[in-house]
Nanobody, 117 residues
Framework: QVQLVESGGGLVQPGGSLRLSCAASGSIFSIKHMGWYRQAPGKERELVAAITSDGSTNYADSAKGRFTISRDNAKNTVYLQMNSLKPEDTAVYYC???????????WGQGTQVTVSS
C-alpha cells in the first residue's frame, strides 16, 4: 500500500520561509508527476506547483518567483521551498503523485501552513 507522508508545515510570519517535504512509502513505480496543491478555508483545492519525471516544472501564478518545487527520484520525495510567504498562502498543502501505467493519483494527508504575524 502506497502512502505519502508530508512534513514541514507550520506557523511562519509574513516574509518568512518554509520547506515542505513529501515522501512515498510502499510499492510505487514509475512516478510521472509530483505536485503540491493547497486548499484554503471556503475555497477549492488548487495546484501550486508540479514537476514531471524529466524535471519540467509548472507553477501557479501566485507561486511564481517565490516557490520552488524539486524532486529526488531516488528517494521518491518531492519538496516545495516557499519563500516570501504571505498571509494568503495560508492553507492546507497536499502532495500528489501520479504513477504507474494507469496514472494512479496518490495524495498525502495534508500539512497546515499558516502565515500570520
Amino acid at each position: 500500500q502506497v502512502q505519502l507522508v508530508e512534513s514541514g508545515g507550520g506557523l511562519v510570519q509574513p516574509g518568512g520561509s518554509l520547506r515542505l517535504s513529501c515522501a512515498a512509502s510502499g510499492s510505487i513505480f514509475s512516478i510521472k508527476h509530483m505536485g503540491w496543491y493547497r486548499q484554503a478555508p471556503g475555497k477549492e483545492r488548487e495546484l501550486v506547483a508540479a514537476i514531471t519525471s524529466d524535471g519540467s516544472t509548472n507553477y501557479a501564478d501566485s507561486a511564481k518567483g517565490r516557490f520552488t518545487i524539486s524532486r529526488d527520484n531516488a528517494k521518491n520525495t518531492v519538496y516545495l521551498q516557499m519563500n516570501s510567504l504571505k498571509p494568503e498562502d495560508t492553507a492546507v498543502y497536499y502532495c500528489n503523485f501520479v504513477a504507474g501505467l494507469w496514472r494512479t493519483h496518490y495524495w498525502g494527508q495534508g500539512t497546515q501552513v499558516t502565515v500570520s504575524s
